[in-house]
């Protein structure tokens, strides 16, 4: 079947991915590959701009081609590769800064960010962060590119760099990317109350054992004005009660809806119901995913080859951009 375009993504190799990760980015990923002529990519390059050591790199790049693999993306359809193995990248995003204002990159609200969390490392690489995002998008002349909203601003940014560099060069030789969120804009962490991430340390890993996902699911903070099982609970303010309606049949999440605001459950059955849930959701991922682990070589062949795909794809769009720019 004919593709209807393409979609591109990438996330930086942070490890283990965890359910925020998964409702807000991965989903859609692997959903979009029925339709779309798909690239995922592990943005190693993109990591440098904020880890003190590249000690863990190699391992947390394999632990992200395992939990996307083991999601379902198909690598013989797809490509899946790891940013700086297709160095056109790079070249890309020297050129695209010759149109980026230097104001606008540090306007940008994700860069306000890093700046508070990492004070003592404000490096030239973290400003150009999404001038690198860019070139990745528009490198493989991506029409669709599935993110979380966390990285709205940044798709935006593309879209301009875009509009300024096909008009600063007379050329249409770049696509604009649209973005594309799941249904579940931002996933909370199990305080309740902060965006789910790793560095938080609220996240409920995919590839967690039953036992150790069940543990994490009991520390869950439900709705705060309930203190004790005879109090009734509000499950539209609960994010227990969000998640049951992402994992759980209709049926119980219907009986959890009435029964936890006459206080007929309490908010320990609830967890349990959900861990159990969630358990029973992510099986068969985790024994595709214990599968892969066991064949680190297959893994790496996966990530080589999609590495020469997704070059050749670049080394075409590169000779476009030289040539529109008149590169002599
Ligand atoms: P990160 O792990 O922050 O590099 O994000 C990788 C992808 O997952 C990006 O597309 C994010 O927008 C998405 N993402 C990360 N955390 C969450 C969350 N808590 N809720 C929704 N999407 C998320
Ligand atoms: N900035 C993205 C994140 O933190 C990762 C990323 C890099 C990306 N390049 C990209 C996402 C290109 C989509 C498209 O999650």
């Not at 769009?317 to 720019?325: D, I, K, P």
Request: charged content about 25%; aromatic content about 8%.
């Amino acid at each position: 079947m004919a593709k209807k375009g393409r979609v591109f993504s990438g996330a930086r190799p942070t490890g283990r991915q965890h359910l925020g990760n998964y409702l807000g980015a991965i989903k859609n990923y692997v959903a979009l590959q029925d339709t779309y002529d798909s690239v995922y990519c592990i943005v190693d390059v993109h990591a440098l701009t904020t880890v003190e050591t590249t000690e863990n790199l190699k391992q947390n790049t394999f632990e992200m081609a395992l939990d996307w693999l083991a999601a379902g993306i198909r690598p013989d359809e797809s490509i899946l590769f790891v940013q700086s193995h297709v160095p056109e990248v790079m070249e890309l995003h020297t050129y695209l800064s010759m149109v980026t204002p230097f104001g606008k990159l540090t306007d940008l609200p994700t860069f306000k960010e890093k700046v508070r969390q990492q004070p003592e490392n404000v490096n030239y690489g973290l400003l150009g962060y999404p001038v690198l995002m860019t070139a990745d998008i528009v490198l493989y002349k991506t029409d669709i590119v599935p993110v979380g909203i966390d990285q709205a601003p940044h798709i935006e940014f593309a879209r301009e760099t875009v509009r300024s560099f096909n008009y600063r060069f007379n050329t249409k030789v770049l696509i604009e990317p649209q973005v594309k969120h799941t249904e579940v804009l931002k996933v909370v962490g199990i305080d309740g109350k902060d965006k789910m991430s790793k560095s938080l340390n609220n996240h409920i890993e995919l590839a967690s054992t039953a036992e150790e996902t069940t543990k994490r699911v009991r520390e869950m903070v439900t709705d705060p004005a309930r203190q004790r099982k005879t109090d009734p609970g509000n499950p539209d303010i609960c994010n227990v009660f969000t998640m049951h309606k992402i994992f759980s049949p209709q049926e119980e999440v219907d009986m959890i809806n009435v029964e936890c605001r006459r206080a007929g459950i309490g908010c320990v059955d609830c967890k349990l119901r959900f861990a159990n849930n969630l358990n029973k959701d992510l099986e068969p991922f985790r024994a595709k995913r214990a599968d892969l682990e066991s064949k680190p070589s297959y893994v790496q062949d996966i990530l080589n080859d999609g590495g020469k795909r997704a070059r050749a794809i670049a080394q075409q769009t590169m000779s476009e951009v030289r040539e529109a720019m008149q590169l002599p």
